[in-house]
């Protein structure tokens, strides 16, 4: 007899609050999601996400990077981890440790990312507190695949918000994550419908190469 899963599968990796996979599992479970997470995994045993994963009823497993000497030998066993549960897709959710080479070619095309800025601005770690220094009017989030290059790899969909007088980097993170729940479980939705793969050149959705990331607010007027 062949076992055949029914519903496209994630493997959800995070290190701290989860509202990403918070709003992965709402998704899901309210049935605008045609996914199902098989396994969340924390670097960090303290992670509340590993709370929400319970919650739910999710399989969640704790991988400490500190038990281990050194990038390569955690990332092998991350890697077999993830690998333990055959999952369709990768999905980094405030997963905040760099991924050797290795880790990411056994995933290449099937991880994603997403990351507070609007990419190719603002890669890296304290985004929120450089727009203000920089005196940005604006700012946002992106999904990408991701690729050797940190915060490097092929954007998908990105969400634009204001920046607003008054804003501190708390405020502005607040405004960037509740565009963050949305993008991120439209871009999982369109790689478990099969319409968005990684190329060569880029990202292709419904076969097109998106040239530039499609827009949170067009994809809003077109009622998608
Ligand atoms: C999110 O803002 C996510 O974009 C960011 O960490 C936060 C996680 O929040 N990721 C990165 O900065 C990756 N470099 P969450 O745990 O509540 O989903």
Avoid: C
């Avoid at 989030?141 to 940190?150: D, K, N, R, W």
């Avoid at 204001?162 to 994550?177: C, F, I, N, Y």
């Amino acid at each position: 007899m062949t076992m055949k899963r029914s519903r496209y599968s994630l493997a959800v990796l995070i290190s701290g609050s989860g509202s990403n996979l918070q709003a992965i599992i709402d998704a899901s479970v309210e049935g605008r999601l045609p996914a199902e997470i098989g396994v969340v995994i924390s670097n960090e045993p303290t992670a509340f996400g590993l709370e929400r994963a319970k919650r739910a009823g999710i399989e969640s497993r704790v991988l400490d990077h500190r038990s281990y000497p050194d990038r390569r030998s955690y990332d092998a066993d991350l890697g077999d981890l993830v690998e333990s549960f055959t999952p369709d897709l990768v999905v980094l959710a405030g997963f905040m440790r760099i991924l050797s080479p290795e880790f990411i070619q056994r995933f290449t095309g099937r991880m994603l990312n997403i990351h507070p800025s609007l990419l190719p601005k603002y890669r890296g770690l304290h985004t929120h507190r450089r727009v203000l220094e920089a005196g940005d009017s604006e700012h946002g989030a992106s999904v990408h695949f991701v690729t050797e290059e940190l915060d490097g790899g092929p954007l998908i969909l990105q969400a634009r918000v204001p920046v607003k007088p008054g804003d501190d980097a708390e405020t502005l993170a607040a405004r960037v994550l509740s565009r963050e729940h949305i993008i991120y479980p439209q871009v999982i939705r369109w790689m478990a419908e099969g319409r968005l793969v990684m190329g060569d050149k880029g990202a292709f959705l419904d076969g097109r190469l998106l040239e530039d990331p499609v827009d949170l607010a067009d994809l809003e007027l077109a009622g998608r």
